[in-house]
């Protein structure tokens, strides 16, 4: 009967170990993954405040130039805003596209300014911005490998359940919006005068 009973305890405490484990590795595994997407995050963010700091100068580059294209200018100006005020990063992401797509728009204007686009800061700044959007799509791609790495593991199966149970939840991908999948559409009319 003893013998039994040690057996039992045995059997209990393997069993117990065995549970702890699987649910203190597993809770492990969510928070190290959830701080590195707070890295790769990190990481974009700086990047992304790279491009804020450049485009206020490269704006200011272009109003001499353009001063009638205020409406993209302002747009520029408030997409920085939001991306300054936003503090979830699907905001940030949000504000971020904004700017990405009043960006474009703002290149596409450009093209009818031929001075503008030989003009010595103008063309530093271009490539300084250049840079960094390489800099922000490569960090956007470790970010996003980060929270494909995540949000495949808290939906795996038995993770799923202690995923719910310690109430961890999918982190949000960067992605690029629609707008910025279409080409620029370039047109060469001649400027408007002020």
């Keep these: 009967m003893r013998k039994a009973l040690w057996i039992t305890l045995g059997v209990l405490v393997i069993l117990g170990i065995a549970a ?25 963010d700086n990047q992304l405040q790279r491009r804020m700091d450049l485009i206020p100068n490269l704006v200011e580059t272009v109003k001499g130039f ?10 520029i100006a408030n997409a920085r805003t939001k991306y300054g005020s936003a503090v979830q990063i699907s905001d940030k992401i ?23 686009k030989s003009d010595q800061t103008f063309i530093r700044l271009m490539d300084e911005l250049a840079g960094t959007e390489n800099r922000i799509a490569v ?8 929270v494909q790495n995540y949000n495949a593991n808290i939906r795996r199966f038995p993770n799923l359940f202690l995923a719910q149970l310690y109430g961890f939840a999918p982190a949000t991908y960067y992605e690029v919006p629609p707008e910025a999948k279409l080409p620029p559409r370039v047109d060469f009319t001649p400027p408007r005068g002020p």
């Design 20 to 44: 702890y484990s699987l649910f203190a590795g597993t809770y492990n595994q969510f928070v190290t993954q959830q701080e590195e997407i707070r890295q790769r995050w990190a990481q974009v």
């Design 66 to 75: 353009a001063a009638q294209e205020r409406t993209i200018l302002e747009e």
């Design 94 to 116: 949000a504000a971020a596209n904004e700017l990405q797509s009043a960006l474009a728009r703002l290149l596409v204007i450009v093209e009818n300014y031929p001075t503008l």
């Design 139 to 146: 960090e956007r791609q470790r970010y996003n490998e980060a």
